[in-house]
């Protein structure tokens, strides 16, 4: 049984940055695929990034591609989602996820076995 805790979450406006951190226990957090999700008030939870076990390889969704960095410290049990030049639409509950050496599928909510709490993230405009 894996527990994720986000934190980092808050307010910022348009142009600016957030770091978001998901601490992870109970598990050997080497051998998961970590993702990052987000949902927004009245829409599905979307993939925002994922970081694969093996390789280190990373994906982002097209939304987010080139503004947010996905990143893993294997000895301190964390992945870390670097957010920057934020826009109003990326306002949302952002979710750490953890799927057991997952390599395919990455970008799929059922993918995933652990999930977090989630962290609220507001841009204004």
């Known amino acids: 049984q894996v527990q994720l805790v986000e934190s980092g979450g808050g307010l910022v406006q348009a142009g600016g940055s957030l770091r978001l951190s998901c601490a992870a226990s109970g598990g050997t957090f080497s051998k998961y695929t970590m993702g990052w999700f987000r949902q927004a008030p009245g829409k599905e939870r979307e993939f925002v990034a994922a970081?694969?076990?093996?390789?280190?390889?990373?994906y982002y969704g097209d939304s987010v591609k080139g503004r947010f960095t996905i990143s893993r410290d294997n000895a301190k049990n964390t992945v870390t989602l670097q957010m920057n030049s934020l826009k109003p639409e990326d306002t949302a509950v952002y979710y750490c996820a953890a799927a057991w050496k997952m390599s395919i599928s990455y970008d799929r909510v059922d993918a995933y076995n652990y999930w977090g709490q989630g962290t609220q993230v507001t841009v204004s405009s």
């Open positions: 970081l694969i076990w093996s390789g280190g390889l990373t």
